[in-house]
């Protein structure tokens, strides 16, 4: 009885949570009640359905279907409940300041009755569908008695209903001034848990990687199983033993979030836009992350002029695609933060992550890149840059310390701009061999327009300086590239680059999203 009851608690409370904050937030925007009702109504329709097709979901995606839904509906009701924080941010100003023309603000936005209504259906979807397989697991087992069981179900779901009904009253008897702030955080809160709970579910399937299993161990101070820790969990995703993955989606999608609300108070006209690049940006990475690296190179030309102030985040990835399988669909994934720290260095951070065909997503290591203008802008006939980067790979793949030096040069003529990166690279520490190798890369760009540059790319691996290898074991590629920059600090690049020699995969596709603060 005791096991139904913490159980039966649990689920309920978790989606009555998301359905009290929903329906407070519904009230205070008078969006009709009628839209919760129907989310509950499809959320069960949904749990029975998926409950009776448990077996042929669970079976699916070579076994791991429960865990791909579950990530699934987590994830989308996360961003559905950042979209709805956001846009409450939005209208909750002019809201709490002439109550009666609510109805006007809530016609300007037909989509969040839908919103609220989907979030809804889908909190009450995967927590009706577990709470399901559960009780009928129970039965099957014949562990407890029917009574015991459906008694510790019954206590379980009015506990559940109470505290929802608690902080749904505390909640409407706030002041008006106050409350659209509170359930704002809240529902920022409770999207940052799903977040949180769904990458969980990812790493379980070595879909993503844990980056460190427990991150730390809070059971001694608030245990999970607890009652606060269960309404913990419920509300923000709380774990005692949260893995690396889990604390930075929380993290990210809370930032991101609370970041996007904080520049609509500052520029309401032009929120909208960059809340939904920054939407865009994350799913992006998502989408290509999930397609999820053989020893691709990050494909990345390095200009030597430096932005005093600059702060920029920048992701890359390289995807191979090859007719052969050990080559075929590798993939480089690298997030990078930089800094322009004076008028003539730049300073970045990198992490790199590969997943090779028929292996997990891992971590490769760090890195420490810096990059030093030479001369200012136009002053001599070249632009002239150093570039030295250091990495330091993951302790457990028992690999040497890389040096890596670029002598970065660029001309500009006109509309033309031609960059070139001379490099050279050495293994230190131990297991290090004692040779120097090198590399180019080149870039012609026609700057035509802001947002679209066309341009073509080079890159290329020689080999051991004073022994290069033959030509046909030497890696080249060369493509079309178009990058440009948005005005709302967006910038983009996306190639496609030809293999030149046997020793090179058929094809490579090159892209980098960058986000400009």
Known sequence: MLSTLIIVFREVLEAMLVVGIATAAAREVNISSRWIYGGMFAGLITALIVALFADLIADSMQGMGQELFNATVLLSAALLMSWTAIWMGKHGREISARIKQVCQADNDNASAPMILATVVA??????????????????????AGTLTMLSGAAIGLLSGLMVAVVLY?????????????????????????MASQGVSYLVMID????????????????????????LL??????????????????????????????WQKRAPQKLPRKASVIAVTVMLVGISVSMLPTNAEARKIYSPIVEQGEVEFEYLLDYAIDGDPAQNTSARHQFEF?????????????????KRPNKTFAYQGFKWENVYQL???????????????????????????????????????????NTANIILKKE?????VNNTIAAYAWQTRWRWKRYLEPAIEMYGTLGEVGNTSPLV???????????????????????????????????????????EF
């Open 122 to 143: 889908l909190a009450v979807a995967r927590e009706g569908s577990e709470l399901v397989l559960f009780l009928h697991g129970v039965a099957a087992s014949g562990e």
């Open 169 to 193: 009253r505390s909640l409407i008897k706030l002041p008006i001034r106050h409350v659209f702030s509170v359930i704002t955080f809240l529902i920022v809160l409770l999207s940052a848990g």
């Open 207 to 230: 879909e993503l990687p844990a980056l460190g299993q427990s991150i730390w161990n809070t059971s001694h101070i608030i245990s999970e199983r607890s009652i606060v820790g269960q």
């Open 233 to 262: 969990h419920a509300l923000m995703g709380y774990d005692d033993r949260p893995s690396g993955m889990q604390v930075l989606a929380f993290v990210g999608l809370f930032s991101l979030t609370w970041s996007a609300i904080r």
């Open 338 to 354: 930089e800094y322009g720290v004076t008028d003539r260095w730049m300073t970045a951070v990198v992490g790199d992550f590969r």
């Open 375 to 417: 001369f200012e802008q136009g002053e001599r006939f070249l632009d002239a840059g150093a570039y030295v980067e250091y990495i330091v790979p993951e302790s457990s793949l028992n690999k040497p310390d890389l040096f890596e030096f670029k002598l970065l040069l660029e001309k500009e003529t006109g509309r033309l701009v």
């Open 428 to 432: 230190l520490g131990a297991n290090a």
């Open 473 to 515: 074991q030497q890696i080249h590629q060369a493509g079309p590239v178009l990058m440009g920059k948005l005005r709302n600090g967006m910038s983009y690049e996306i190639g496609y680059l030809f293999g030149l020699t046997t020793a090179t995969a058929q094809g490579s596709v090159k892209m980098v999203l960058g986000y």
